[in-house]
């Protein structure tokens, strides 16, 4: 039989002599800036305890809820109230063997291995072992949510969060002994619905009961908007985010905006038209709003969402049916920029794009609105969603290298809802490292280690720690 090296054995990924140094030396003692997650803040409050390995490691996640569909797992044995937790993992356990090169197989090894301790391979014949020493482990404190992020030196974890939400969860963990430091994330996409005019109408009255400001049209709509603004400000947030398909190529006027807002009130929905021209009023007003609280904004673009109407009908969104848009990014996003950077509002922004076609123009783009005042102010994000696994991350990371500067990136987030997924940190760390080290050893840089290794912790941690302005807690 041919040799091989061990699966994922202590040098995975890492090629090279200068990829083994800079990883182990380097970049793995970092801390973990998570500033981007679906991480379900009542969990982290309330410190939870996961009774199984389904709880923790299947509920939500809908990466592995895809994989189970196409391998023709039934519907019940996914997501059904009346499949036992243990069929599910079962399941699941028979899936991962047809996962090769899918990130999932890599991850899936990963997270039993770097939580649990376990070193089999997950399939249909381990499952009941696995299922028996990861549950008993489960049990310890080690492996509550607290106990995770200690472990793995989670120092800030950033929520994403309804303008709506009160935020009681937010300020529990900042009143508990929790060593990680848990902020909001102003998620005000449901703003924007207004071609949903009975949705539209139920989150304003939601609105106006959180902000004490009677919502009746759209001049008292911007000042609720605000006033819960600031409130997340109050609490410590000083991030926002919008998942958009792309920003509108349009404009509209506050006239314009008012009539849009007044008809949506009265059940009227908005055409496409009027929808990207409330749209642009609005991400102008946000973006106004995020300048003048010192915010940084982030801009997730290009998901075409929702694709399965029978599933969405059955599930609600998020429920793995989604996909990457061919949308044009480049003219409405440049736009967007130059108006605020017109109006010297623009603020902090990390520009994500779900489409890899669109990695240079992203790339390209924050070269255009860079103003020599801080390092990096605006950001091209790692790979998101689709683009978050070996390939995806390896074609940022040279888009952003060759058109950009790496050595001020703000490095990886897990933008996940699962409190397993601290492992694609570890992951994004041995390909930077090896992509680094490959070229230190083709004489493509400079071997020097001092500034190599400054580098790698920079971006693994520190530029992020210094890019947000968010406080973290000492250890």
């Avoid at 106990?147 to 009160?166: E, H, L, S, W, Y």
């Avoid at 940190?425 to 840089?445: K, N, P, Q, T, W």
Wanted: some cysteine.
């Amino acid at each position: 039989m041919p040799t091989a090296q061990p699966f994922l054995h202590e040098d995975y990924l890492l090629s090279s002599e200068w990829s083994r140094l800079l990883y182990h030396e380097h970049a793995k003692p970092q801390p973990i800036f998570d500033y981007h997650c679906h991480l379900p803040p009542d969990q982290i409050a309330a410190n939870r305890q996961f009774e199984n390995l389904t709880q923790i490691w299947l509920a939500g996640d809908h990466y592995k809820w895809r994989a189970l569909r196409t391998n023709g797992v039934a519907e019940d044995l996914i997501t059904g109230a009346g499949t036992s937790d243990y069929d599910k993992f079962a399941a699941y356990a028979r899936t991962v063997p047809q996962l090769v090169r899918n990130p999932l197989h890599h991850w899936s090894h990963l997270e039993l291995r770097r939580y649990f301790g376990i070193e089999l391979l997950i399939n249909e014949k381990n499952a009941p072992r696995i299922w028996e020493e990861a549950n008993a482990r489960l049990a310890s404190p080690a492996l509550s949510v607290h106990g995770i992020m200690d472990r793995f030196q989670v120092k800030v974890v950033c929520t994403t969060d309804d303008p709506t939400d009160n935020l009681a969860h937010h300020q529990a963990c900042a009143r508990s002994g929790l060593a990680t430091r848990v902020y909001p994330t102003f998620r005000p996409d449901k703003s924007m619905i207004v071609d949903q005019p009975v949705a539209f109408r139920a989150w304003c009255d939601l609105l106006a009961s959180r902000s004490n400001i009677e919502v009746k049209d759209l001049t008292t709509f911007l000042q609720a908007l605000d006033q819960r603004h600031a409130f997340f400000h109050l609490v410590g947030g000083r991030l926002s985010d919008h998942g958009l398909e792309s920003i509108p190529d349009t404009d509209c006027t506050e006239r314009e905006a008012a009539a849009i807002f007044a008809a949506a009130w009265s059940g009227t929905p908005a055409t496409p038209d009027q929808v990207a021209k409330f749209v642009w009023f609005m991400m102008l007003f946000l973006g106004r709003l995020d300048a003048e609280r010192g915010w940084t904004k982030q801009l997730h673009l290009g998901a075409l969402r929702n694709n399965n109407g029978r599933l969405l009908r059955k599930l609600g969104a998020d429920a793995g049916v989604d996909s990457i848009g061919d949308f044009p990014q480049a003219r409405g996003l440049s736009r967007y920029l130059d108006r605020l950077d017109g109006e010297e509002r623009l603020p902090k922004m990390v520009l994500y794009n779900l489409n890899p076609a669109d990695n240079y123009v992203f790339a390209t783009m924050i070269g255009n609105f860079q103003d020599g005042r801080l390092p990096g102010k605006i950001q091209f994000g790692s790979g998101w969603w689709f683009l978050d696994q070996q390939e995806g991350m390896e074609w940022q990371i040279n888009a952003l290298s060759q058109l950009g500067l790496l050595s001020r990136f703000v490095g990886m987030l897990t933008d996940s809802r699962s409190f397993l997924s601290y492992v694609r940190h570890e992951y994004f760390r041995r390909l930077l490292c090896r992509m680094i080290g490959s070229d230190v050893e083709a004489g493509l840089i400079p071997a020097d280690r001092e500034h190599l290794g400054k580098l790698v912790e920079a971006i693994c941690y520190g530029n992020a720690a210094d890019f947000f302005g968010l406080v973290v807690r000492p250890r």
